[in-house]
């Protein structure tokens, strides 16, 4: 199956400070990847849309301005928690469709990012 | 308003025996439905899709099964094995839409 590789796994950060977290579709294109947030024992909550070489779509209630995303390729998409709060402090998946999936395939999901924000 | 709900948030059962886990939902007209699994700090990863004109799915020892007048699915895994422990998510997808996703039902299957 497609991989999807995402970095870094765990990050520690004090307050204040910015974190990139980088995903990476390794055999595929992605033209579109998704960034989730999930809490302990809630759902993934869709946060924005990363479309390549465009502006990313950002889910209502999502500050476009504090998550930065750019998806400058067909195989990366980053995603930078600005000014960072413990808040903030969540763990973070990207996910993509392999192009030839269509619109209903499977989504692939990264390891996950797991940000603590001191 | 518009919910997923999975039926319970963990289910124990004993090695051998299937089980059963629910996701209902209400005001969502989904073209299709997936199930994932999760384990503890890793991504979902893809187990099964079905779509509104199919009744029945099945993948080794998975069957999902999608009724849409009653909007609920059901996950079947038969002989259920301790390695089958974890958290298993739904996730709608309606058209032109992302993924939502239910809460999981956490599984435990004792030996």
């Known amino acids: 199956g497609a991989v999807v590789s995402q970095h870094p796994s765990r990050v520690i950060c004090k307050s204040g400070t910015s974190v990139k977290i980088e995903c990476r579709s390794l055999d595929f294109q992605a033209t579109t990847m998704f960034w989730y947030r999930q809490f302990p024992k809630k759902s993934l909550m869709l946060m924005a849309t990363s479309n390549e070489g465009s502006k990313a779509t950002y889910e209502q209630g999502v500050e476009k301005d504090k998550f930065l995303i750019n998806h400058a390729s067909l195989t990366l998409s980053t995603l930078t928690v600005t000014s960072a709060h413990p808040e903030d402090s969540s763990f973070y998946i990207c996910?993509?469709?392999?192009?030839?999936?269509?619109?209903?395939?499977?989504?692939?999901f990264g390891e996950g990012s797991r940000l603590t924000v001191l | 308003s518009q919910k997923i709900e999975q039926n319970s948030e963990a289910l124990n059962i004993q090695e051998g025996k299937t089980a059963t886990l629910t996701c209902n939902y209400t005001n969502y007209s989904p073209a299709y439905l997936q199930w994932y699994r999760q384990d503890p700090g890793r991504g979902p990863v893809f187990l099964l899709l079905?779509?509104?004109?199919?009744k029945e799915k099945r993948k080794e020892r998975l069957k999902v099964t999608f009724d849409t007048t009653l909007k609920q699915s059901l996950f079947h895994i038969t002989a259920s094995q301790p390695a089958d422990s974890a958290t298993y998510l739904c996730?709608?997808?309606?058209?032109?839409?992302?993924?939502?996703f239910g809460k999981g039902t956490t599984l435990s299957v004792s030996s």
């Open positions: 996730a709608l997808g309606e058209a032109g839409t992302a993924l939502i």
């Open positions: 079905i779509r509104e004109n199919e």
């Open positions: 996910s993509a469709r392999s192009g030839d999936r269509g619109n209903t395939g499977e989504l692939f």
